[in-house]
């Protein structure tokens, strides 16, 4: 149940991440969510 509720929360910090990089259309922020995206999606998978 709490590494569910992780995975959750990270999900969370990640959209919320997009959101922002969707808004300033940063280059940094945009590399940045994406790495905290492939980590997450790892971390789901395996």
Do not use: C, P, Y
Not at 2 to 7: A, G, P, S
Not at 26 to 40: E, H, K, M, P, Q
């Amino acid at each position: 149940m709490d590494q569910h509720r992780e995975i959750n929360q990270k999900k969370h910090f990640v959209l919320s991440l997009m959101l922002l990089t969707s808004r300033r259309g940063n280059g940094l922020n945009f590399s940045l969510g994406a790495t905290a995206f492939s980590r997450v999606a790892f971390v789901s998978i395996s």
